[in-house]
């Protein structure tokens, strides 16, 4: 028998080639891909939350429902004159601004910089953080000048029945 | 303690137990893995089984690309992992015994793999379980040189297993007429 050649040649078995059940790696190349595709599944799957929030917000469902508030009388507000209130919380102060006869505009008046409260200067017809002289656009909250970078909350305003009254906080959008 | 699986080969009578119990076995999904061959067919009635000889240095498991052929701790030589096997079948054109068998359907290699989960407790495999003529046996390392011990042959020829392509882990008991001279398989 000895002049059979049935010998193994050399030593086969290696790390890529193994045939001893023992020796058989932990992770093998299929495993390998299972573990990356079962990965991306769970980021897959993980991700779906964000989807669900996404979906609220474009079908507006996340908007917050504040009951509405009065603030004060058309009689009692001249036109280019201002006052303050707070909306929606008793901490959230604001300031509404009569711009025209049927024109208001009411923003959060803690400025987007270092929450100061922001005044309104009749006379230079625009809004200004006394803190750093930030300047803010009357009609749309968005700073002008000076270090706030974010435009004011606004909040909704309607009049009904001679009175002036807030009724939602629009969502700030970067 | 360690056993062996036996053949005594001219014990066999053909009633082909040992198929219908591997065929009955569980996991086995009726099929057998192992054969009953006519020794000279036509010519007498002498019959022998024949189930894998799990190799030392198995040619299905070299041959194997996808090395899905296995080597257990015990040195039985395992059926193809079901994950692994290409159905490639070089497996069962490498096997000097013609042992492997291929299922086309699942295109899948299945052999005998000495019932390992029953042999890794010490439990018989089912045909040696089963096989009511003693040929397949189950026997520790000193039972077996006790049956070499019983055959008084002075041309020292009584061998188990040499005859055959390589050193097996089934030791087989050729019978005297057949030493050497002719290949059973």
Known sequence: MTDKNNKIPFEEDNYTHNINRNNERKLDRRGFMKTLVGAAGVFAVSSLPWGVLAAKELNGLGDKKYPKQKITDVKSLAV???????????HDSAILIRLSESKYVAYQNACTHLRCPVFWKKDEGEMICPCHHGKFDVETGTPTAGPPRRPLPEIYVKVENGAVYAVGVKRYEA | ???????????????????AACTQCGGHEERNRNYVYDVNPLVNRQTMPLMCLHCVNPACARSCPAQAIQIHETGAVLSALVEKCIGCQNCTIACPYGIPKFDTEQ?????????????????????????????IQWLTEEEIDAKQSQFNLDNDKWVTSMPLEGETNVRVNLPGILQGVTKLF
């Open chain 2, 107 to 135: 295109n899948l290699m299945y052999k005998c793999d000495l019932c390992i989960d029953r042999t890794k407790d010490g439990i018989p495999p089912m045909c040696a379980s089963v096989c009511p003529s003693n040929t």
């Open chain 1, 80 to 90: 280019g004159d201002s006052t303050d209130f707070a909306f929606p919380g008793e």
């Open chain 2, 1 to 19: 303690m360690k056993k062996r699986l036996y053949l005594e080969l001219e014990n066999c009578i053909g009633c082909r137990s040992c198929l």
